[in-house]
């Protein structure tokens, strides 16, 4: 009896999911707190979160990596006060964290590499420190029933209950969406089996699926999930997906970013081709000068290959020409008029 | 300069490989000279008075008569000859050159040949061949002009007679004629830097001034490049013709003609394959920019030249393709960015993937160009994909770890460029992946069975191994 497993989990992680709730008076704090020195604000813990989803792909992490990381993150945050400088040190130590809980001990990437590649200025045991302090600050209990945990859930349930024929519900896809909403510190407030059930149903929507649109309800009934928050963390969720999927970029900031290049390099970089030339530029053109008359019976002899126009100068020159440069009156004489560098 | 023959050192090889230098040193001719004189008869010049001890009238007549002394060559080889001649010669010329920068009213027709007889006599030459076959443009010291005492104070009063203000091509153009020019230009194979900085501004000047010999020129300067590239691979003066030709571009009126636009393509371009690039690199991209900035169509010509002719083996010469291509695409129109941006983008991801280090470097600090960025911005859900299977794989699978976090930052740009692309393209890629190492295990498995096969058929057949 899959599906009566699969409902009895759901109750349960159900039942626990409070534990694992951040503070809310600790995320209003963050709220609403202006950037400064003394203090994070939210903007600067949602820019770290996205960092932290940048490192997470970067070293192949899943999805549930990184829930992970930004739960514990969350919860720390909401119950220290916390210096900005020490931000980055915090959400590092998270994401490793996170990864010895969930990735195979052979992906896991080391706390060296973690900090070389997210150019962060601690140390090795900057970190070590760091993690020990959290686990501790948080009892623990570091391993999370989070919205993850639940949109797992609810995905195989719903595909438990409907016939493989109808629109394919992506997990993938659900769980991108997840990651996008978890990177606003709103979404850190919702109850995890809300926010889950709120990308499900909205998900569900875009497909149109009259049946799972049913399930969907089914487990909501069944977890007694009040219809007005639900609506609440929908509208929310809308939204943010909006502003995810516009096809504005933000521009990106690579002035945060540091490129070390190798010696070398460097180096060629700076012997570019702007060894200024020190020989004046040649106006071409002149045909038209008083000079030209002669010049024609000297054209003729050399004339025959390359040039294939029939600009050969024989006729009066009469024609127009435009010239890029500022065509100096006297060509034979004055030479250096053209200078440009 | 002669130089006698040394002892050999006592110890000439380390590690069972002679040492180069030693090698150079033993093997060391010295510098021959096709200028011959009958040897033996000293030369006597009657020292002529200095021109500002002599009145104005008379002055021209005995400009003359240095000029046609200063028509006697010495031998240099032989550092002791007419030692007191040749410091006359040289104090004559130094007394020409100032002559030349400050007079007025000298320059008569007489006066014409008279000079152009003078430096003829003294420049044009056979050029020595050179030391060895294996002297290598880029590492070997070359070898120096030895009549260069004179010689410069020759080119140096060559250049500010053409330069002079009373200066008439249409009189110079009767001595200063293709001949010349043709002679000018095989002195350009000169080993000697000094001598060819000298010919670059002669034949800069001449070019400027005489309209009817440009053409001409410019046929030859052609000649010279494809005979390089073609056939001997071999030209010292390549560096000097291209920064001459960087003023002649630059000067291009518009539109172009079609004898500039074949030029480009049928020798710039080509001149990329050699193998001693890195003499005239920084020249030749010079070139290729101001042309790109007279005609901004031609940019799909150019790269599409470059990526055909693109390095394979050297990495060397890759990393200043590199170079020059960014330099390109600094100055690339949007709209013709968009029509070349796939084939070079598909260079650069297999740059991006280079075991050689410093080529995956160059590659990457690409995107640390704010105008490139800007494009690629534009063009992401194009360029992306192109690039992202292999800048996902180097991040895991690069030896270098100063490229992996280079990468890094790549990716992130990426991220922050065009996330729901770049979400799709993971989740392909990792799809992808998945598929492969399942067939991978698939062709295990289909492996053991076979073996197993062939094992319960040697066992029931006794032991005998079947054929």
Not at chain 1, 95 to 124: G, M, P, W, Y
Not at chain 2, 198 to 225: C, D, E, P, S
Not at chain 2, 386 to 396: A, C, P, Q, T, V
Request: include cysteine.
């Amino acid at each position: 009896m899959e599906a009566f497993k699969l409902m009895r989990e759901l109750k349960t992680n159900f039942e626990q999911e409070s534990i694992y709730l951040p503070r809310e008076k600790g995320l209003n704090l963050l709220e609403t707190t202006l950037e400064n020195d003394k203090q994070i604000s939210a903007k600067c813990r949602d820019a770290k979160v996205e960092d932290l989803w940048s490192l997470t792909s970067f070293f192949g992490y899943s999805t549930q990596t990184f829930v992970q990381a930004v739960n514990l993150l969350d919860r720390f945050l909401a119950m220290m006060k916390i210096q900005p400088k020490h931000l980055s040190c915090i959400a590092i130590s998270c994401l490793h964290i996170a990864a010895k809980l969930v990735e195979e001990e052979c992906n896991i990437s080391s706390s060296h590499d973690l900090i070389r590649i997210s150019q962060c200025k601690f140390t090795i045991s900057d970190l070590n420190r760091m993690e020990k302090i959290i686990s501790e600050k948080l009892n623990f209990q570091c391993k999370a029933v989070t919205a993850f945990t639940f949109l797992h859930l609810y995905h195989e349930i719903t595909l438990l209950h409907t016939s493989e024929r109808k629109p394919h519900l992506s997990l993938d896809k659900l769980e991108v969406q997840l990651k996008a909403c978890l990177c606003r510190i709103v979404f850190s407030k919702a109850k995890p089996s809300v926010l889950a059930l709120a990308l499900l149903a909205q998900e569900i929507e875009a497909i149109q699926s009259v049946d799972m649109l049913e399930i969907s309800q089914c487990i909501q009934r069944h977890l007694k999930i009040a219809d007005g928050e639900l609506l609440y963390w929908r509208e929310l969720v809308a939204k943010c997906m909006t502003d995810y999927s516009s096809p504005e970029c933000s521009k990106p900031d690579n002035k945060k970013l540091v490129w070390i290049l190798s010696r070398r390099t460097a180096q060629n970089l700076h012997s570019s081709y702007y060894s200024v030339p020190e020989l004046p530029t040649i106006p071409e053109g002149g045909w038209d000068e008083s000079a030209s008359e002669d010049s024609c019976e000297d054209m003729s002899c050399g004339e025959d290959s390359l040039s294939s126009d029939t600009e050969v100068p024989c006729s009066p020159p009469s024609f127009h020409q435009r010239t890029s440069v500022p065509h100096s009156q006297d060509d034979s004489t004055h030479l250096g008029a053209a200078c440009h560098f | 300069m002669s130089s006698a023959a040394t002892t050999p050192p006592s110890v000439d090889k380390v590690d069972g490989f002679s040492r180069k230098s030693v090698r150079k040193a033993k093997q060391k001719r010295s510098q021959s000279s096709s200028q011959f004189r009958s040897q033996g008869k000293p030369i006597e010049l009657t020292p002529l008075p200095l021109l500002k001890d002599v009145p104005g009238g008379e002055q021209p007549e005995l400009f003359l008569q240095k000029l046609q002394q200063c028509c006697t060559l010495f031998d240099f080889m032989d550092t002791l000859s007419d030692l007191k001649m040749k410091e006359y010669k040289r104090s004559t010329l130094n007394e020409l050159v100032d002559y030349v920068t400050v007079s007025r009213g000298y320059l008569t027709e007489q006066t014409y040949p008279e000079v152009v007889k003078m430096v003829s006599y003294n420049i044009f030459r056979t050029l020595p061949p050179s030391e060895s076959n294996e002297f290598d443009p880029e590492e070997d010291e070359p070898t120096l002009e030895a009549s260069w005492p004179h010689l410069q104070l020759v080119y140096e009063f060559f250049i500010r007679f053409l330069e002079s203000q009373e200066f008439q091509p249409s009189i110079a153009k009767k001595y200063i004629d293709q001949k010349f020019v043709l002679q000018l230009l095989e002195l350009f194979d000169s080993e000697d830097p000094r001598e060819r900085d000298y010919l670059k501004t002669v034949l800069h000047r001449i070019y400027g001034k005489f309209l009817g010999l440009r053409a001409f020129i410019r046929k030859q300067i052609n000649n010279i490049f494809l005979r390089f590239v073609y056939e001997t691979e071999h030209f010292n003066g390549v560096a000097e013709l291209l920064e001459i030709l960087g003023s002649i571009i630059n000067g291009f009126a518009l539109p172009l003609k079609a004898e500039h636009k074949q030029f480009l393509v049928k020798v710039l371009i080509p001149l990329h394959m050699v193998r001693s690039l890195s003499l005239f690199h920084a020249q030749l991209a010079y070139c290729i920019v101001q042309f790109l900035e007279k005609d901004p169509v031609l940019t799909e010509p150019v790269i599409r030249g470059l990526l055909k002719f693109w390095p394979k083996t050297c990495s060397q010469k890759e990393v200043m393709f590199l170079g020059e291509l960014e330099e390109i695409l600094d100055v690339i129109e949007p709209t013709q960015f968009v029509k070349v941006q796939e084939l070079l983008f598909k260079q650069i991801s297999r740059c991006v993937s280079s075991p050689h280090f410093q080529v995956a470097e160059r590659a990457l600090y690409y995107w640390n160009n704010e105008y490139i960025m800007s494009l690629i911005e534009e063009n992401s859900s194009v360029i992306l994909p192109i690039m992202f299977s292999s800048l996902y794989r180097i991040s895991k699978e690069h030896w270098n770890p100063a490229i992996v976090a280079l990468v890094y930052n790549v990716l992130k740009a990426f991220m922050e460029m065009n996330s729901v692309l770049f979400d799709e393209l993971t989740a392909t890629y990792k799809s992808d992946r998945q598929r492969e190492k399942k067939k991978e295990e698939e062709r295990e498995e289909l492996w053991k069975m076979l073996e197993d096969l062939e094992l319960k058929r040697g066992l029931r057949n006794d032991g005998i191994i079947p054929t």
